[in-house]
Structure formats: C-alpha cells, structure tokens
C-alpha cells in the first residue's frame, strides 16, 4: 500500500502525516480522508487552484497533468516544477511526499 508523507504545514497538519493510500486515489482525496483540510473550492472539477500541492518525492511516478491542470496551475501560488492539483493528481504504487505550499491563492490576495 502506497504511503503519503505530507510535510508539516502551519496550519493544516503542523507535525506532518503518513498517510495510507490506495492506488488510484487522488491525493486530495486522501489528506481530506485523514482530516487534512486542504481547500478544494471547486469541488475537485480541475477549475480552481486551490488544492494545489507541490511533490517533493514520487512525482514521476504520478500520471503526467494534463492541459487543463497546467493551465490552472500557472495561476497558483508559488508555482514549482513539481506543483500538482491534489484533485487531479493518482496515487500509483509509489510513495509520495507532499508539501502543502504555505498560501493558496485566496490567501495570497488576502494578504495585499
Ligand atoms: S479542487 Fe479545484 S482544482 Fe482541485
């Protein structure tokens, strides 16, 4: 069974998590699972950026994201090479680490 270790973040998870995954489960799915509440504020349909997350390890071994996530996540905050939705991102059979970037965009705004 493929684990996610989610690094710690302030508020969400702030002595980080091991996760158990299935095979096939979102990463969103499974922190939400686990009572890590990261934002999901269009309900997971690939249109916001919210559950953004960015995969420290593992993330060759996810699907590649497709056009649209792309398209969505150039609007994220704090963008990296290995930024993912969490909506749209499939646990395989490998394990994951997870960082929870610090803001999501709502946030950001919030703050200027
Ligand atoms: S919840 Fe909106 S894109 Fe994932």
């Not at 150039?74 to 395989?92: F, I, M, N, Y």
Request: proline share 4%; aromatic share 2%.
């Amino acid at each position: 069974m493929p684990k996610i270790i989610v690094l710690p973040h302030e508020d969400l998870c702030p002595e980080g998590a091991v996760l158990d995954a299935e095979t096939g489960e979102t990463v969103l799915d499974v922190a939400l699972k686990n009572g890590i509440g990261i934002e999901h504020a269009c309900e997971k349909s690939c249109a916001c950026t919210t559950c953004h997350v960015i995969v420290r390890e593992g993330f060759d071994s996810l699907d590649e994201s497709d056009e649209l996530e792309d398209d969505m996540l150039d609007k994220a905050w704090g963008l990296e090479p290995e930024s993912r939705l969490g909506c749209q991102a499939k646990v395989t059979d490998e394990d994951l680490v997870i960082e929870i970037p610090k803001y999501t965009l709502n946030h950001a705004a919030e703050e200027h």
